[in-house]
């Protein structure tokens, strides 16, 4: 069993920055591809961006790239996301996820994650 707590999320004006954090329990971290998305109210969860269990690859939406940034210390059992010049319709609620299937290549589908967290309500203001 995987637990994953998200914190970090707020309010902020648009055009400022957040951090959030994920915290995951297990021995086994470091071979977890970790995933975030996002659900805003009346839609679908979407994916957002994920880092591979080693830390070598990234991939991320592109509605987000080039302003948010994933990164994890597996000496602390966290994975990151740094969301800058952020936008109103980034307002969401957003989770992580882990994937503990050491696929090669990580996944941005959410069916593929085998545990998530609660999440944590990100409102950006106009």
């Known amino acids: 069993q995987v637990q994953l707590v998200e914190s970090g999320g707020g309010l902020v004006q648009a055009g400022g920055s957040l951090r959030l954090a994920c915290a995951a329990s297990g021995r086994t971290f470091s071979s977890y591809t970790m995933g975030w998305f996002r659900q805003a109210p009346g839609k679908e969860r979407e994916f957002v961006a994920v880092i591979s269990w080693s830390g070598g690859s990234t991939y991320y939406a592109d509605s987000v790239k080039g302003r948010f940034s994933i990164s994890r210390d597996n000496a602390k059992n966290t994975v990151y996301l740094q969301m800058n010049s952020l936008k109103p319709e980034d307002t969401a609620v957003y989770y992580c996820?882990?994937?503990?299937?050491?696929?090669?290549?990580?996944?941005?589908?959410?069916?593929?994650?085998?545990?998530w967290g609660q999440g944590t309500q990100v409102t950006v203001s106009s």
């Open positions: 996820a882990a994937d503990l299937s050491l696929r090669s290549i990580a996944t941005m589908r959410a069916r593929d994650y085998d545990y």
